[in-house]
């Protein structure tokens, strides 16, 4: 059976992060707003979205909608999930979850009330590629951990673009670090040690580097940079016996590699170039439709956001 899905805002991460997964799963748009009703038209026809609504209050309240999609600007994250919980209707959340811990909480006690899933949308980790290197990095084929490195780099955003606006909770932290940070996460309990960014403008980082250790000894490095010159999104996983890179892990449709160095050699494997966003909404509607588990819950999504204000404050910046 078919979910029949809402989506607010006509934001281009939508048309790889929800439309064409679910076209290829079988799944419905059948309702879309946007503050602009013009992009919203133009949305609705390029994607085969069955209705445009008048607001995203419409959107969310629509008896049609069985989930919500939710790719709007940092700062309306939260507010529109709490509006979905009220709804009864499971959300898929853009990252970040919100735009503090604080405000995390918030969003977390109301679904976990209501028992409305809200899942934030860390679709990497849903990906075979992803999977495999964090299984290699536990199973004790690298050894010992000893490093780990999350490198997230973009060309610059319009001076439009929300990701520069501190009222929309944007920065390079919010937009690539919160991947760097889970990623750290997922490996153990890192303490972060030191961060260093540079601000576009006043609160806005245009780069952020955040230093991490671990319990054991190894470190960690979340770089991220939203004005390189190119696209880039690296994890570097060094252990005692072996080292391993994912060489794409948020595009793993263009580039599915993972190569693995021991002193038994170097091996590539190709783990597949399905887009990560289609097993993450694959097994977002096997949990609303079937109870199937899920990697993710509003705990993990408030801590994460516990790091990420941590990491502004050790970089001698507030959080959102």
């Known amino acids: 059976m078919s979910l029949r899905i809402g989506v607010l805002g006509a934001s281009r991460i939508a048309e790889f992060a929800i439309v064409g997964p679910a076209q290829e799963l079988g799944h419905r748009l059948v309702a879309v707003a946007a503050r602009d009703p013009y992009r919203a038209q133009l949305f609705a026809e390029k994607h085969g979205v069955e209705r445009v609504l008048a607001s995203y209050d419409e959107v969310v ?101 929300p990701r520069w606006s501190l009222d929309l909770a ?72 072996g080292d391993l890179l994912v060489h794409n892990f948020i595009k793993p449709h263009e580039d599915d590699r993972l190569t693995i160095n021991t002193p038994e050699g170097t091996t590539v494997e190709r783990l597949g170039t399905r887009p990560s966003y289609t097993y993450q909404l694959e097994a977002f509607a096997a949990h609303v439709q079937h109870g199937a588990p899920l990697p993710l819950d509003t705990a993990d999504a408030v801590q994460n956001m516990a790091y990420v204000d941590a990491a502004y404050r050790a970089a001698g910046m507030m959080p959102r």
């Open 61 to 161: 309240n629509d008896p049609e909608v069985d989930v919500v999609y939710n790719p709007l600007a940092n700062a309306l994250h939260a507010p529109w999930n709490l509006a979905a919980v009220a709804a009864g209707k499971p959300v898929l959340t853009e990252k970040p979850f919100a735009r503090d811990r604080a405000e995390a909480e918030r969003v977390a006690a109301a679904a976990d009330a209501a028992g409305v899933t809200v899942m934030e949308g860390f679709h990497y980790l849903f990906h075979p590629v992803t999977r495999r290197a964090l299984e290699l990095a536990g199973d004790g084929t690298l050894g010992e951990l000893v490093h780990i490195e999350a490198r997230m780099a973009m060309p610059e955003p319009e001076d439009s673009d």
């Open 170 to 241: 944007g920065g390079s932290l919010m937009d690539l670090g919160c991947y760097g940070l889970h990623v750290m996460r997922r490996l153990g309990h890192p303490s972060i040690v030191r961060a260093h960014a540079e601000q576009r403008s006043p609160g806005v980082d245009a780069w952020c580097d955040v230093d991490v250790a671990f319990a054991g000894g190894a470190t960690g490095l979340s770089a991220n940079s939203m004005v390189a010159d190119d696209y880039s999104f690296t994890i570097r996983i060094v252990g005692t016996r």
